[in-house]
């Protein structure tokens, strides 16, 4: 497995492998791997030839107030990961590699990136969007896998695909969990024992949520469900409930007629945790 520290290093290998004739897929990540990226990393090697996976930090994804100082890292266990995984090249960059003397221009898809979390966390999709383009660009992938967990994340990536024409395909893969159901995610080491034992708590929601959903609930009664699930976890801080067109994240009201997407943000300590579902009613799935 190559390491690649430069844009240089990880386009020279990108373009060996396209000479061969093999396609490439990208998982784009910020390190600190678990079994949910590694369940992207093999998707990816479902559908392409070769693996890339990229370990990025992005800074420009993290508000003053966030955790870019403390976000986990651990490049060595992850390279290990990786290897057993059979990936092809790691690309690594410096923040200086990555981003040279600043960078003036950037990528923003306005309607999406505005709301749900976005409203949350300013700035943070337009960072996202960025650093995505600038991989897509180095890498130039034929496939790239992102989590369906970041459901938001990947919705405006689908869209920024679509509206700049950027040759590949994005295949969005399902959220993997603990056995206790909580979503897996870098954040989960840093809760409190207590904390750990809540957290499933929004899954629950989830369940729920999509139980009542398949008979045909209104919109506002599925968040009420919702609502006093999560309230039943003491740490939790609810920061939203959304639920969404599954498609277009607009909003909905009345009795559920079509896809929805449940987001959930709830915070525990200092980790906000993410979670989402996709409940349908039951004429739907008939
Ligand atoms: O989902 C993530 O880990 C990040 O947002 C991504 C897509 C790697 C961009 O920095």
Known sequence: ????????AVRARVRALKREGLRVALVPTMGFLHEGH?????AAAGAADRVIVSIFVNPTQFGPNEDLATYPRDEERDLGLLEKEGVDAVFMPSVEEMY?????????????????????????FRG????????????????????????????IIRQMVRDLDMPLEIVGHPTVREEDGLAM??????????????????????CAAEDVAATGANVSDLE??????????????IKSIDIRDAVTLAELDGPLKKPAVVLLAVRFGTV??????VIAPQTQNA
């Open 100 to 124: 040279g003397a600043g960078g003036d221009t950037i990528v923003e898809v306005p309607s999406l990136s505005g709301i749900l979390q976005g409203a949350l966390r300013p700035g943070h």
């Open 185 to 206: 995610s870098s954040r989960n080491v840093r809760l409190t024992p207590e904390q750990r034992l809540q957290a499933p708590v929004l899954n629950k929601a989830l």
């Open 38 to 42: 590694l369940s992207l990393v093999r």
């Open 224 to 237: 009420a469900l919702i609502r006093g699930t999560l309230e039943t976890a003491s740490e939790g801080e």
């Open 1 to 8: 497995m190559l390491t690649c520290p430069t844009k240089d």
């Open 272 to 277: 906000l945790l993410i979670d989402q579902r």
């Open 128 to 155: 996202v969007a960025t650093v995505v383009t600038k991989l897509f660009n180095i890498v130039q992938p034929d496939i790239a896998v992102f989590g369906e967990k970041d459901y938001q994340q990947l919705t």
